[in-house]
């Protein structure tokens, strides 16, 4: 099954709403429980930096039996330091987005705890791409 | 412990979602940083903060957590109730602060 979402950057009304959907997906597909809320956290913390840092991307989601292959692609200003973007507690996110409780330093760590595999390709000044697998 | 008994118990406030307060409480967590909340929180458990706005009920759905309170007399903003509705997840409030409210839920579910 292929899923694809449009994410507005700077839209935190419409945050989560792309997790959401793929969340009631793979809980149609029976997939089991502790494997949903992996997914659900990986992917709403990677769809939150989309909205908080890029102009705008796509989630692409391909469900087999096998798991999840999530990638986000945006377009937006990419990550400088991804070491240092890996760092938890480490963040570059705008004052307001920080006001809103977002902007911890938290999102890129979450999701490497949650992920079988996950990659970043980026480029400064374009965009950056995520890969997410997690596994079923 | 079901929602409606806490609600009882600390005399909140229902803003929203009535239909939710029969939701079963299994512990609680208390922050205001959003990721931390979507990495550690577990699901049935009483989220405690001061963020009010529509994005607290996004986690309070993703993470099926059984109730949000908000603190220190903070009302929710008008799509926050409009989503918590929609999700049936009740969205609480107590003119405690995040520490006494802590405290006390703590000691009612241990």
Known sequence: MHLEYNVEGG????????????KKTLKQLNVDATVIKRVVVALYEAEVNIVAHAYRGVIYADINGAGIQLRLADEGPGIADVDMAMKRGFSTASREVREMGFGAGMGLPNISENADNFSIDTIVGKGTTLNIEIKF | MLVKEVVEKLNLKVFSSKEGLDREVKGGYTSDLL????????????????????????????????????????????????????????????????????????????
């Open chain 2, 35 to 110: 990721s931390d909340v979507m990495g550690y929180s577990k699901e049935g458990q009483i989220w405690i903060t001061l963020q009010t706005h529509k994005n607290i009920m996004a986690i309070a759905t993703l993470k099926d957590l059984a109730a949000v309170i908000l603190v220190k007399g903070f009302e929710p903003e008008a799509d926050t109730l409009e989503t918590a509705n929609s999700e049936g997840i009740p969205v609480l409030g107590s003119d405690l602060e995040a520490f006494e409210l802590s405290g006390i839920l703590f000691n009612m579910l241990k």
């Open chain 1, 11 to 22: 839209d935190f009304t419409r945050a989560g709403y792309a997790s959401s959907q793929i």
